[in-house]
């Protein structure tokens, strides 16, 4: 069995402060995790994936997310907001290897203080 | 490139009415899947093919739904009897061989049903 649980359902930051969003996860099997972005009125796309590689990943829009096995956390963060940043992100984790059902966490909702 | 489509993008129809709704996957993708998100939550898994073939159903996915991918390209989801439950946004994504051991999925804009 695989979960993820995104610890805040909203978080707000000023434009060009950092943003922290938090992502517990739970599974069976060492597991991929991904950041999604879901914009409204778009499509969901792909910030970054986990794999087991490094634990330091690098994203689209200058967004990160360290993988830490210890915490079972995989937190994604990024130094400077802008507007565009505006939108609701979902964590996920899947099995990997062929079992790519994805599961997927309740989504933060990131506003953008001007 | 062109991503992938789906359509339609919304559909509004009364309860007991049946629908389906039609899935294009990015050209040579051959995994194809189903989510469904209501408001306020995370997409849930529904099913997937692999080409033609049908390889895992949630138990989401009650009697009255069907999905279909007869030739491994585009895919089809209908709903029968619809009932005010299914009202959420549908959502098909697609993938190809995986790299480093993940596929990486590429999700469509999603057909938004309501059903009245």
């Known amino acids: 069995a695989q979960s993820v649980t995104q610890l805040d359902s909203h978080v707000s930051v000023s434009e060009g402060t950092p943003v922290l969003l938090r992502c517990n996860y739970s599974?069976?099997?060492?597991?991929?995790l991904f950041w999604y972005v879901q914009h409204p009125n778009k499509g969901l796309q792909l910030l970054l994936k986990?794999?087991?590689?490094?634990?330091l990943v690098k994203g689209i829009n200058g967004f990160e997310a360290e993988f830490k096995k210890s915490e079972t956390s995989f937190h994604l963060t990024k130094p400077s907001a802008h507007m565009s940043d505006a939108a609701e992100y979902f964590c996920?984790?899947?099995?990997?290897?062929?079992?790519?059902?994805?599961?997927f966490g309740t989504g933060t909702r990131l506003t953008i203080i001007p | 490139d062109t991503g992938v489509s789906q359509n339609p993008r919304h559909k509004i129809t009364k309860r007991g009415q049946n629908v389906t709704f039609r899935c294009d996957p990015i050209s040579e993708h051959n995994r194809l899947y189903w989510y469904r998100q209501t408001l306020g939550q995370g997409p849930e898994f529904l099913t997937y093919?692999?080409?033609?073939?049908?390889?895992?159903k949630s138990r989401l996915l009650s009697d009255r739904f069907s999905a279909e991918r007869p030739k491994g390209s585009f895919s089809t989801l209908e709903i029968q009897r619809t009932e005010q439950g299914d009202s959420a946004m549908y959502l098909c994504?697609?993938?190809?061989?995986?790299?480093?051991?993940?596929?990486?999925?590429?999700f469509g804009p999603g057909t938004r049903l309501t059903v009245t």
């Open positions: 996920v984790v899947s099995p990997g290897f062929g079992n790519e059902k994805l599961t």
């Open positions: 994504a697609s993938s190809s061989s995986p790299r480093g051991g993940t596929y990486e999925q590429y």
């Open positions: 986990y794999t087991s590689a490094a634990t």
């Open positions: 093919f692999q080409n033609e073939a049908q390889l895992e």
């Open positions: 599974s069976s099997y060492s597991p991929s």
